[in-house]
Each structure stands twice: as C-alpha cells, then as structure tokens.
C-alpha cells in the first residue's frame, strides 16, 4: 500500500472537491483488497502535522460469511464524513471513535471472503466506528475485529491517534475514506 505525502493527500481532497479541515481523519482503502489482511492505511491530519497509521476499512471474513445484517455486511462507501465521528466508547468498553452521523455502506451479501464495494447502498447510524484491534499486539487478520468499522491493528498507532483527538479539544470529527490513488 502506498503511502501518500501531506500534499498529495491535500491535491486529492481538492479534485474530489472536499473540505479540509484543520483536524481530521483519511482511510485510504487497499487496491489490493487482500482478504481479511490488515492492507490499508489511515492518516490524521492535526495543522500542518500527519501521522500514518495501519489498519483496515474493510469488514474480517466472519461478519463476510456470517451476516451480522439480513442485508448484508457493511463497508464503508468512499466518501466524505463531515462531523460524523467523536470520542466515545466502541461497544461501552474502551475509548474509541464513535459514529454519531449517518454515514453510507455497501451491504455486500454474497457471503464470500472478499469485502466489496457492491450491493444495495444503506445510510444510517450502524456504529461503523474508528476503534483498535487487539490492545496488546499488532493484528495481521481482521477476523471478528471489524464487522464495517475501520480499525486500526497496532495499540500504539492508535493511542496516539485517540491523543491526538483529546489534545484537539474538537466535539467532532471528519473521517474522509478514499480508494487508493
């Protein structure tokens, strides 16, 4: 997976024609798509300042074969989400990025190990939070870690992302997922 600069993520954001804040959140999804792997990237963006995380926005292969939803497993449609996140906690247990907008899935239900951007398109409030995998050791399969939810596999990534959303005293987040470019 590509890492991209702080410009390059900046010219993208300008020829999709989305806003910029001061301090928010960018998924970047895998072209890759490896099945059930940890393959993309996430970066937060605090001022002039980034920081490159690992992780994945896609859902592990039980929820792709087990359906959480009749409809199908949620993955998150690329797009802009103004706000749409704060701090909270992921299933009442630890601190987290929590979905308080609605926000649009694709609900892929063809019950294979391959998360896709396919199926009817479903918006709502699904808690497809920003949360951590295993809080002692780096992940490599997403497994039952993410249902939709974009996590991210190594603790210390993300306890300095959490830090560095307490330290922005900001009420709400704008998490942005674009598609590898």
């Known amino acids: 997976m590509k890492k991209y600069s702080y410009t390059e993520l900046e010219q993208e954001f300008t020829r999709l024609g989305y806003s910029w804040p001061t301090v928010h959140i960018i998924g970047v999804r895998s072209k890759a798509n490896e099945n059930n792997k940890f393959d993309d990237n996430f970066y937060i963006i605090n001022g002039p300042m980034m920081h490159v995380f690992t992780g994945t926005t896609n859902p592990g292969r039980h929820w792709l074969l087990n359906l959480m939803n009749p409809k199908g497993t949620a993955v998150l449609k690329p797009g802009q989400y103004v706000d749409a996140y704060q701090l909270g906690l992921h ?5 987290a990025l929590v979905q308080r907008k609605p926000v649009t ?10 998360a896709e951007e396919q199926g009817k398109e479903d918006t709502g409030l699904f808690g497809i939070n920003i949360h951590r995998a295993n809080p002692n050791a780096i992940s490599s399969l997403i497994e039952k870690w993410s249902a939709g939810c974009q996590v991210l596999n190594n603790p210390t990534e993300y306890k300095k992302l959490i830090e560095i959303c307490k330290e922005s005293g900001k009420k709400a987040f704008t998490y942005t997922l674009l598609r590898e470019f």
């Open 91 to 95: 299933q009442g247990k630890y601190e």
């Open 105 to 114: 899935v694709y609900r892929d239900n063809d019950r294979d190990e391959t």
